[in-house]
């Protein structure tokens, strides 16, 4: 799977942005997908996660504790894309954002970066006045 993220950009604090993460390949679905986020001179940490097309009910969605009610994850099965919209954008947002794909049965690893088998290349969100 090969995964290419895009939508960063410069936003003022309050807005709003759509992270998109298109991945080639049709076993897109049977992936666990998942948004990570390194700001300079700190480790890559977990944002999101949606689990795969087959998975039981009671997995789904999951977030960071510092994003839920802001950020929302969904994917499009049909267009092998996962995305992240980003809402109330604060200053402490502003990092490189990554989207991985983790395989379907380990979705009780989805915090952890390093359970991670595939990686896009990354995109740049700046939050700031």
């Known amino acids: 799977v090969q995964l290419q993220a895009s939508g960063g950009g410069l936003v003022q604090p309050g807005g709003s942005l759509r992270l998109s993460c298109a991945a080639s390949?049709?076993?897109?679905?049977?992936?666990?997908m998942g948004w990570f986020r390194q700001a300079p001179g700190k480790d890559r940490g977990f944002v999101a996660a949606?689990?795969?097309?087959?998975?039981?009910?009671?997995?789904?969605?999951y977030y960071e504790d510092s994003v839920k009610g802001r950020f929302t994850i969904s994917r499009d099965n049909s267009k092998n894309t996962v995305y992240l919209q980003m809402n109330s954008l604060e200053p402490e947002d502003t990092a490189v954002y990554y989207c991985a794909a983790l395989e379907r049965n380990r979705w009780y690893l989805r915090r952890s970066p390093d359970e991670y088998a595939y990686w896009g290349q990354g995109t740049l969100v700046t939050v700031s006045s």
């Open positions: 949606i689990s795969w097309s087959g998975a039981p009910i009671s997995w789904s969605i």
């Open positions: 390949g049709r076993t897109f679905s049977t992936y666990n």
